[in-house]
């Protein structure tokens, strides 16, 4: 991770792994606190991908199938797609352009707090905020809309998910590191509403136009949905392999960016 | 362009000799403007040290540039001996910075367990609490604080891990008086202690009650620096300004006038108390007219002390001197 190795460039300082682990638990801890209370987070982050999926997935299309898998558990794996992003996204970029913007990352930067911390401690949280989303939302259609898969393929979809949230992670801290504290949660929407609806996590892939589903095959979100809905039965039989490497890439590339603000920051504050 | 009045060899600081922080022939620019103008400034072990100075002047890149969060575009800053990013350093030191928006949502205590972490051998939270007087509010989220209430949590964390060095970047600012003294307090807490303070302010009375040693800093440059009784001295008395026909040597003689400058068809007098000094003009000078008292407030020591710095380069040999030269 780009993060990583730049944190290294400094002096280390000698701590004990012991003291190290509680630092960035307690930073994680405190991450994960400060945006379940944050009801912009809470509210946008959680109920838009539950309250849709309740909407679409239950009340109204709950007896349909597509392509043989029922409509609540396609929905799943693309409404948990949908949640994942939103919670990746807004939990790094909306906090990190506020920290940069207004002071906050000075304080923290002057104390002796290891740097990557506060990444790390962004990332966690969205990953457990992404594990809550799809937890509710197999609740939701477990008890409601009659989900039922084998117990291993849930936890291969919970995984997937969970792990692809770190793409959407590494994007938002680019956006974190480019946006100012306003204009963050605006930015973050014009890139995830399009790109959820082009990546066929809001109306299924096979009802979009033809022109959308050519630009959805360079859309991260689209290969994070085909991945799970693979588990489900409903995929589009393309390589995993593929959709992998797309995530890494895309992974790759938004942490670079974020490598330049980063640098930008640096320069700024070093000038 | 450094003045200094107090001679290092003449502070009676027990380890005086240590050197903690210091800015070396420092420049700093933001594009066109230059923060810093060849600083030079050393913080003794043990010492509080107040950089004084108006908004602008240059205290709080001062500060930046001792935590290592920017660096010089020429000269050093220096922390322990060494650079101020290194880590090692940052676990001695403590900052409070002017910060826009701190985390809301988390509690009092919540930010000083947090902080706390970050060091080796960290106050304990109820200490903590208990010097900024916040015990009382340790499960408040900072949002709902008053203005004065996240001051002093911001205070908290600046002094969670004990550190050596202390760094304040107006402490006081938007404190109502009983939080002051409560600062205050455990400013001089921490001297007792054998800790090292820098603090900034533009309050002359802060740094006349708290400081060993003050700085002021103009412009990107120190103009003064001294104890806080020379400093006052300087600051202290009332200008008085008039239309007089009486001749500049004659004033100059008038008991209680420090310095006395022709300024266009006036005469602008410094005493260090204005009533008896105007008794007496009013008594000499029968035509006397456009008479003007104002008290010589730190602002106007500012321009009294750059004026001078400007055209003597020591403002110590202020006074009737500068008259002479011209």
């Keep these: ?11 280390q300082i000698q701590r004990s792994p012991r003291h190290t682990a509680t630092i960035y638990l307690k930073e994680a801890k405190y991450e994960f606190l400060k945006n379940l209370r944050l009801r912009m987070y809470t509210a946008s982050v959680l109920s838009f991908p539950l309250m849709f999926y309740v909407l679409f997935g239950l ?4 007896k349909q199938a597509i392509g043989g898998t029922s409509v609540p558990m396609y929905l799943i794996a693309t409404y948990g797609t949908f949640g994942v992003m939103g919670a990746s996204l807004f939990g790094t970029a909306a906090g990190l352009a506020s920290d940069r913007g ?4 000075q304080v923290k930067r002057a104390s002796p707090m290891p740097p990557f911390a506060y990444f790390a401690a962004k990332v966690v949280t969205s990953m457990i905020f992404s594990a809550v989303i799809v937890v509710a939302l197999f609740v939701l259609g477990f008890t409601l809309g009659g989900v039922r898969m084998p117990v291993a393929d849930f936890a291969k979809l919970l995984g997937t998910l969970v792990a692809g949230s770190l793409p959407f992670s590494a994007m938002g801290l680019a956006v974190g590191y480019f946006a100012g504290p306003n204009s963050a949660p605006p930015t973050i929407n014009l890139i995830y509403l399009p790109m959820s609806f082009c990546s066929g996590l809001w109306v299924p892939f096979m009802f979009l136009p033809s022109v959308v589903r050519q630009i959805a095959l360079v859309l991260p979100p689209y290969h994070l949905s085909q ?12 390589s995993n392999a593929t959709h992998w490497e797309v995530l890494l890439a895309f992974t790759m590339i938004c942490l670079g960016v974020a490598r330049i603000g980063f640098q930008r920051d640096q320069e700024k504050m070093y000038g | 362009m450094i003045a200094t009045l107090e001679q290092p060899q003449r502070t009676d600081y027990s380890n005086a000799d240590v050197i903690v922080a210091s800015l070396e022939a420092v420049n700093k620019n933001y594009g066109n403007v230059r923060a810093l103008r060849g600083v030079d400034f050393r913080v003794r072990a043990g010492e509080l040290v107040a950089l004084l100075g108006p908004n602008g002047a240059g205290k709080t890149t001062a500060v930046k540039l001792l935590l290592g969060l920017m660096q010089p575009n020429s000269g050093r800053a220096r922390v322990f001996g060494g650079d ?3 880590p090692e350093n940052r676990r001695r030191t403590g900052a409070m910075l002017q910060v826009g928006r701190v985390p809301e ?3 009092v205590c919540e930010h000083i367990d947090l902080f706390s972490s970050y060091y080796e051998k960290p106050m304990s939270a109820a200490e903590v609490l208990a010097a900024v007087g916040l015990e009382k509010l340790r499960d408040r989220k900072f949002g709902d604080l008053s203005g004065g209430q996240r001051q002093r949590v911001l205070f908290a964390l600046a002094i969670c891990g004990d550190p050596d060095l202390l760094f ?7 404190l109502d008086v009983e939080a002051r003294r409560m600062v205050w307090d455990e400013i001089r807490k921490m001297i007792a202690r054998g800790k090292t303070v820098l603090l900034t302010t533009h309050y002359l009375q802060e740094a006349d009650a708290l400081a060993d040693r003050v700085a002021v800093i103009h412009q990107g440059e120190i103009i003064a620096e001294g104890t806080p009784s020379e400093i006052k001295a300087k600051t202290a008395g009332k ?4 239309v007089s026909s009486l001749g500049i040597d004659v004033l100059r003689q008038i008991p209680g006038v420090t310095e006395v400058k022709e300024d266009r068809e006036a005469v602008e007098i410094h005493a260090v108390e204005a009533e008896s000094v105007v008794r007496e003009l009013l008594a000499r000078d029968a035509h006397l007219c456009g008479l003007e008292i104002t008290s010589a407030g730190l602002e106007e020591a500012f321009l009294a002390l750059t004026h001078d710095t400007a055209r003597n380069g020591n403002p110590t040999s202020r006074s009737i001197r500068s008259e002479e030269m011209q």
């Design chain 1, 1 to 11: 991770m780009s993060t990583a190795t730049l944190t290294l460039t400094h002096p």
């Design chain 1, 59 to 62: 009340v109204l299309n709950s």
């Design chain 2, 105 to 107: 949502t988390l509690r």
């Design chain 1, 227 to 238: 991945l799970a809905l693979g588990i489900v039965g409903a995929g589009r039989h393309e």
């Design chain 1, 102 to 105: 207004l002071g906050w990352l």
């Design chain 2, 239 to 242: 200008r008085i300004r008039c």
């Design chain 2, 84 to 86: 101020p990013t290194n």
């Design chain 2, 168 to 174: 304040l970047d107006e402490p006081t600012v938007g």
